[in-house]
């Protein structure tokens, strides 16, 4: 099946650093890629939707000054999160979507903003 | 808006036994409704869709638009089924909404 690879899957940052996190489709191409956070025994809950060569959609109450998207090509969409602070430390997971409008996540990382 | 509903955080049965996975779904137009399995310390995965009607590691799920669910069953329950299970439904915005998810445990 489609593979997603996520990168890097734990990191630790200082506060006031940003971090930045990539999201790879290696067999396909992907036009759209999600971006999600989970909390501990949460669901996922989705921040924003990547769109090769446009502007990502936020969801409400998402600061897109925070957490900027990059989506350069059609297997690579990146997430930046700027001047990081312990309340953005979290779990974060990528998915990319296939021509048949399945899902394919990646396998998450693991921000801790120290 | 659309929303997922998964009455059960935890369900716990034994090997052998019958199992079903309750998810409701709210939405005005015309769902396509997932169910995704996560197993310990795997990523999350595709189980099936319900407009592929197909039966995956003796999972199905039906569509019932008069109830608005689409519960996940499986006849016979195996040790291997435990894991993490969340339905999800895609509206005409294309973005996925999960439900809160119910950890099956499937005892020996």
């Known amino acids: 099946g489609a593979v997603v690879s996520q990168h890097p899957s734990r990191v630790i940052c200082k506060s006031g650093t940003s971090v930045k996190i990539e999201c790879r489709s290696l067999d396909f191409q992907a036009t759209t890629m999600f971006w999600y956070r989970q909390f501990p025994k949460q669901s996922l809950m989705l921040m924003a939707t990547?769109?090769?060569?446009?502007?990502?959609?936020?969801e409400q109450g998402v600061e897109k000054d925070k957490f900027l998207i990059n989506h350069a090509s059609l297997t690579l969409s990146t997430l930046t999160v700027t001047s990081a602070h312990p309340e953005d430390s979290s779990f974060y997971i990528c998915?990319?979507?296939?021509?048949?409008?399945?899902?394919?996540f990646g396998s998450g990382t693991r921000l801790t903003v120290v | 808006a659309q929303r997922v509903t998964q009455p059960e955080k935890l369900l716990s049965v034994f090997k052998g036994a019958p199992v079903e996975l309750k998810c409701n779904y709210s939405y005005s137009g015309s769902p396509e409704l997932f169910w995704y399995v996560q197993y310990s310390r795997q990523r999350l995965q595709l189980l099936l869709r319900h407009i592929s009607r197909e039966s995956i590691k003796g999972f199905t799920a039906d569509l019932n638009k008069g109830e608005t669910s689409f519960h996940l069953k499986k006849p016979f329950a195996q040790e291997e089924d435990s894991a993490m299970y969340y339905c999800a439904l895609s509206g005409s915005g294309s973005r996925l909404t999960f439900g809160e998810g119910t950890q099956l445990t499937v005892n020996p």
């Open positions: 990547s769109n090769e060569g446009s502007k990502a959609t936020y």
């Open positions: 998915s990319a979507r296939d021509d048949d409008r399945r899902e394919f």
